[in-house]
């Protein structure tokens, strides 16, 4: 047993109050007293679901009860015991072939485990888990009689973005290659957005298709190319481009991306949203940014050279939709960059 504590924010308090403030009234209202389930709420999602839900919970006094789904619940603990110690947070042992033998009453279920596929991982392996993930969560979603269903996505789901295209949309009918064996997690979402759509009726589906982010809990060592600069910076090396730095990202902060969570989940509707930043720029000059921001000076090493005339790939969502529910971005890039380093720094002053 481990002892329940108060809630002590793991993020600058600037970020809590921006989520405390951003989540409007009605939405803090509309999750009053709920019973939410969440897998993934150890990961980059759901560690900032889980500071916004108790951001919430200690300014409103909602009355939640948050059960968070983890495979090592010891781990969770020593990293994040602000959250797993939590009052409101029960932390049930388990993967999601285990979900079939949970009960209970849940009034939300949150499925935010993003299952990034990684190079060298068996693609068929990486699909089934996926597809059996939301299977799973959808029938406890069914089982526990929830009203409301979250699914994050992801923009993988449009498969390659055209060149002419600034800003994807949701409307966009583009889908990952069938013919290639490397496309199983956007070919995965796809299926989970489907299974999430076939439920559309028995209580309210939402679906996030998320995009790329920045922020508290990113990952510094994984694949995502803003944290690995972000790493280099505090090390002290100059920023690293394994390619030749024109491919076109944008980056949403973390803070903000809870914020449209949230709303998106009490006040959307069943048709995905994109999630994530409409602003690009290349990722030669993104490290250019991460450089000059964390170490005061721009030292990028670009190992590829661009091919002339072919356009740069991109990656970046168009969101209208969600602008129409009143969501916006909060944090500029540079902000979001300086305030993820410096999370890294102090959570981990060694590692560099």
């Given at each position: 047993m481990h002892a329940a504590t108060a809630y002590q924010p793991g993020i600058a308090a600037d970020d809590v109050a921006l989520i405390v403030e951003r989540v409007a009234a009605p939405v803090w209202q509309a999750l009053r007293g709920q019973r939410i389930f969440i897998t993934g709420g150890t990961g980059f999602l759901g560690c900032w679901l889980l500071e916004a839900l108790l951001a919430g919970q200690a300014r409103f006094d909602l009355g939640l009860q948050l059960t968070v789904l983890s495979r090592n619940p010891d781990g969770f603990r020593a990293r994040a015991p602000h959250l797993a110690g939590a009052a409101a947070v029960t932390v049930l042992e388990g993967d999601m072939a285990d979900l079939a033998g949970v009960d209970g009453q849940h009034d939300i279920v949150i499925h935010a485990a993003t299952d990034v596929a990684r190079a060298g991982d068996d693609p068929l392996h990486n699909f089934e888990q996926i597809v059996a993930g939301s299977r799973e969560t959808l029938a406890l979603a069914q089982r526990c009689g929830a009203k409301r269903y979250l699914l994050t996505s992801s923009g993988a789901v449009y498969g390659r973005q055209p060149g002419d295209c600034a800003n994807l949309d949701e409307s966009y009918a583009g889908a990952p290659d069938t013919g290639d064996s490397a496309s199983a997690y956007g070919?995965?979402?796809?299926?989970?957005?489907?299974?999430?759509?076939?439920?559309?009726?028995?209580?309210?589906?939402?679906?996030?298709?998320?995009?790329?982010?920045?922020?508290?809990?990113?990952?510094?060592?994984?694949?995502?190319?803003?944290?690995?600069?972000?790493?280099?910076?505090?090390?002290?090396?100059?920023?690293?481009?394994?390619?030749?730095?024109?491919?076109?990202?944008?980056?949403?902060?973390?803070?903000?991306?809870?914020?449209?969570?949230?709303?998106?989940?009490?006040?959307?509707?069943?048709?995905?949203?994109?999630?994530?930043?409409?602003?690009?720029?290349?990722?030669?000059?993104?490290?250019?940014?991460?450089?000059?921001?964390?170490?005061?000076?721009?030292?990028?090493?670009?190992?590829?050279?661009?091919?002339?005339?072919?356009?740069?790939?991109?990656?970046?969502?168009?969101?209208?939709?969600?602008?129409?529910?009143?969501?916006?971005?909060?944090?500029?890039?540079?902000?979001?960059?300086?305030?993820?380093?410096?999370?890294?720094?102090?959570?981990?002053?060694?590692?560099?």
């Open positions: 070919q995965a979402k796809r299926v989970a957005e489907w299974m999430t759509a076939c439920h559309a009726g028995r209580f309210e589906v939402r679906i996030a298709r998320c995009f790329a982010f920045a922020g508290p809990y990113l990952p510094l060592d994984a694949h995502f190319a803003i944290g690995n600069f972000i790493a280099d910076s505090l090390a002290g090396r100059p920023v690293h481009i394994a390619g030749d730095g024109t491919p076109l990202r944008s980056y949403l902060y973390a803070a903000d991306l809870a914020v449209w969570l949230l709303t998106i989940l009490v006040q959307g509707d069943s048709r995905p949203y994109n999630v994530g930043s409409r602003h690009a720029l290349p990722l030669a000059e993104l490290a250019a940014l991460v450089s000059r921001t964390i170490g005061g000076a721009e030292q990028v090493h670009i190992a590829g050279t661009p091919t002339p005339g072919r356009p740069p790939q991109r990656y970046v969502p168009a969101t209208a939709r969600a602008a129409a529910l009143g969501l916006q971005e909060y944090t500029d890039l540079a902000t979001a960059i300086r305030k993820t380093a410096a999370w890294h720094h102090k959570e981990h002053p060694h590692a560099a």
